[in-house]
C-alpha cells in the first residue's frame, strides 16, 4: 500500500470516527447533504491567508467537508477571489497532481467587500449567501479571524442580517477572549445576548493538536496511569511551550498581550486542564468540559512571588535575528517591559493534586522549538541503590514529532550491577508511519461543521482561566515586575530554573536519548 493509498485509508477512517463520535457524545451530526455557507470575516488579512484558507482548501480536497459547501469571504478591502487566492498561494501546499481540485475549490469561492459596523453590507452578505442556499436546509458558519476591536459590531450585524433561517448558524471566534477579567466577562455578555453557548466557537488552536487531544485517552483508557496520577506519586508537573523566534515584526502586536496572554492563560492552562481534571462522567462535550472548570475553580490566583517574567536581548555577536533583542524590533515601543518569557507554578487544591506544583513556562527566542507536558515522579522510596535512580518521568511531545516516553532505570545491559537511564519510547513518527495527522484548525473546524463542542472553550472556563492571571496581570501592568533579560536563542533566565528546582522539579542533566534512526 503507497502513501496515498494510506491517507485515503486513514481519511476514511476519520469521517467514520467523526460521524459516529458526534453521534454518539453531542446528539449532533454531520448535515452532509444540505448546503452550508462558510463565511470568512477578514477575508483580507493574515489569519485567513496564512491558516484559514489553507485549512478549507485541505479539508475540500480531502473530501471531509459537506458536498454542497460554498466559501464567502468578506472584508473591507474592494478586492477579488482572485486577488485572494495569490495571496494564499505559498500556504496552500498543492501538489501537482491536485491542480484540478484546487481549480474546483476556488470556483466555490466568493468574496463581498463592506464594512464591519454597516448593516447594509450585511445586508449585501446575506443576498450573496441566499444564492447558494438552494432546498428546505442550509446552515451557516462565520469564522471571525479579525481583530477583537471589531468582533462587538460585526456579531450584532452577523445577528441582526444573517442568521440562517433555515438551518443552524455557528460562529467561531479567535482570541484574545479579552484582556482581562472585567473585558472578557463584557466580551463574554455581549456574546451571551446575541447567541447560544451552543452557537458559539472559541478556538484555542492546541485543543486540536493530536497529543493534547490524546491526554483524554491517555489517562482514562489506560489503568496503568490511573493509580499514579495524583500527589503521592507525582513531584511536579512541567508543561512547557518554547519558540526557537522573536516576534519577527509582530511585536506591535505582541506588546499589547505579552507571553502570558499570547500562550500561558489558554494553550497552556487548557492543557493543565485535560492533565488535572477528574474523569468526566462520559464523552459529552459539556461532561467534560464541567470537569475542566471544575479543576480550574481549585486553582487561586497567581501570585508573583511564584512567577518569573523575561525579555530576550540580542546575542552579542549573533547573525541576523538573534543579533536583535525584543526591544529592537521597530514596532515595539520603547522601554516596553512586557515579558517574552514567562514561568509560573500554579496550585490546585484539591485531593488528588495537593502539594504539586503544576510549572507552566513558555517563551519566545529560546534555544529550541518544543511543546511538551513533563510529569516527574517522586524517588523510589527505600532506596538499596545508593541514590543512582533518577526520577521516573513522563513526557507527552506535542511538538515537533509527536511522542510519548517514560524516562526510567535499568540495569546497565552486559553489566552486573550498574544501572543506567532509559526510556520506554513511542515515537508516532515509527509506529505510526505514513499516518497523515490532520492540522489543529482542519480538525477543529471540521468539529464546527459536526457540531461538537468538545475541543472548544466554554465561557464559563474562560472565566476561571482570567481570574486566575488578572490580579498578576495587572500587577505586571502597574510596572510591579519588571522582566529579567535573556539571551536570544538561551533556554531564557537562569531565575526561572531556580524556581522550577525550588517546585520540587529535579534535573541531572545524565539522560542520553539515541534515537532509533
Ligand atoms: P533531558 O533530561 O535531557 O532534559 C529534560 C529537559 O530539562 C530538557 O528538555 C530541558 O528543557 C530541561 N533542562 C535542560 N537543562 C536544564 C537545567 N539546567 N535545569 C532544568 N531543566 C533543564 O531529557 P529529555 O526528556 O528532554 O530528552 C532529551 C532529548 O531526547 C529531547 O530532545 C527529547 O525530545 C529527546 N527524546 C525524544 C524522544 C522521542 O521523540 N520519542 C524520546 C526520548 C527522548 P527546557 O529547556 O525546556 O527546560
Ligand atoms: C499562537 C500565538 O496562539 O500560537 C503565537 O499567538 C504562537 O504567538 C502560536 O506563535 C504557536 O502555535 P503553534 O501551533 O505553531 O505552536
Redesign the pocket.
Known amino acids: 500500500m503507497d502513501c496515498d493509498e494510506k491517507n485515503e485509508e486513514c481519511l476514511a477512517l476519520y469521517r467514520n470516527s467523526l460521524k459516529s463520535a458526534d453521534m454518539d457524545h453531542d446528539g449532533t451530526h454531520f448535515d452532509g447533504q444540505y448546503p452550508h455557507v462558510f463565511v470568512i470575516l477578514g477575508a483580507s488579512g493574515d489569519l485567513a491567508r496564512k491558516k484559514i484558507y489553507p485549512t478549507l482548501w485541505w479539508l475540500y480536497r480531502d473530501n471531509l467537508l459537506p458536498t454542497n459547501t460554498i466559501f464567502i469571504g468578506y472584508a473591507r478591502s474592494k478586492t477579488t477571489v482572485e486577488t485572494i487566492r495569490e495571496k494564499c498561494q505559498e500556504y496552500m501546499k498543492v501538489k501537482p497532481n491536485e491542480q484540478e481540485r484546487y481549480e474546483a475549490f476556488w470556483r466555490i469561492n466568493h468574496y463581498v467587500a463592506g464594512a464591519y459596523d454597516q448593516g447594509a453590507d450585511f445586508e449585501v452578505l446575506n443576498k450573496e449567501m441566499c444564492k447558494h442556499e438552494i432546498g428546505p436546509v442550509a446552515n451557516r458558519l462565520f469564522y471571525l479571524a479579525l481583530p477583537p476591536s471589531v468582533f462587538e459590531p460585526v456579531t450584532v450585524n452577523i445577528k441582526e442580517k444573517c442568521m440562517a433561517t433555515k438551518g443552524w448558524t455557528r460562529v467561531i471566534i479567535e482570541k484574545p477572549f479579552g484582556r482581562d477579567s472585567a473585558s472578557s466577562d463584557k466580551l463574554s455578555n455581549h456574546l451571551a445576548g446575541l447567541f447560544t453557548e451552543q452557537q458559539m466557537y472559541r478556538i484555542d488552536h492546541y485543543l486540536g493538536k493530536e497529543m493534547v487531544q490524546n491526554l483524554m485517552t491517555l489517562r482514562f483508557g489506560n489503568r496503568i496511569f490511573f493509580p499514579i496520577w495524583n500527589r503521592d506519586n507525582i513531584a511536579s508537573i512541567q508543561i512547557?511551550f518554547?519558540e526557537p523566534f522573536g516576534t519577527q515584526g509582530r511585536g506591535g502586536y505582541f506588546d499589547e498581550f505579552g507571553i502570558i496572554r499570547d500562550i500561558m492563560q489558554n494553550h497552556l492552562l487548557q492543557i493543565l486542564t485535560l492533565v488535572a481534571m477528574e474523569r468526566p462522567v462520559d464523552l459529552h462535550p459539556d461532561s467534560i468540559r464541567n470537569e475542566k472548570v471544575r479543576v480550574l475553580k481549585c486553582i487561586e490566583p497567581l501570585e508573583p512571588k511564584d512567577v518569573v517574567l523575561g525579555q530576550y536581548v540580542g546575542k552579542p555577536g549573533g547573525v541576523g535575528d538573534e543579533a536583535l533583542g525584543y526591544l529592537d524590533d521597530p514596532t515595539v515601543p520603547k522601554g516596553s517591559v512586557t515579558p517574552t518569557y514567562a514561568l509560573s507554578a500554579l496550585r490546585i487544591k484539591n485531593e488528588r493534586w495537593d502539594g504539586v506544583p503544576f510549572i507552566l513556562?513558555c517563551g519566545k527566542a529560546l534555544?529550541?522549538r518544543?511543546a511538551e507536558v513533563?510529569i516527574q515522579f517522586k524517588e523510589v522510596p527505600g532506596d538499596i541503590f545508593d541514590g543512582k535512580a533518577k526520577r521516573n518521568?513522563l513526557?507527552i511531545?506535542v511538538q515537533p514529532?509527536e511522542?510519548l516516553?517514560v524516562?526510567m532505570m535499568v540495569k546497565t545491559p552486559g553489566s552486573p550491577f550498574d544501572m543506567e537511564e532509559t526510556?520506554l519510547?513511542?515515537?508516532y513518527g515509527s509506529r505510526y508511519a505514513n499516518i497523515k495527522l490532520p492540522d489543529a484548525y482542519e480538525r477543529l473546524i471540521l468539529d464546527v461543521f459536526c457540531g461538537s463542542q468538545m475541543h472548544f472553550v466554554r465561557s464559563d472556563e474562560l472565566s476561571e482561566a482570567w481570574r486566575i492571571f488578572t490580579p498578576l496581570l495587572h500587577h505586571i501592568e502597574g510596572n510591579g515586575m519588571k522582566p529579567i533579560p535573556y539571551l536570544y536563542g538561551s533556554?531564557g533566565p537562569k531565575e526561572a530554573?531556580e524556581l522550577?528546582y525550588n517546585n520540587n522539579?529535579t534535573?541531572?542533566?545524565s539522560?542520553k536519548?539515541k534515537?532509533n534512526l
Open positions: 512547557s518554547k513556562k534555544n529550541e518544543k513533563r518521568e513526557v511531545k514529532g511522542a516516553y524516562k526510556e519510547d513511542l515515537t533556554r530554573d522550577l522539579f534535573y541531572s542533566g539522560y536519548w534515537p
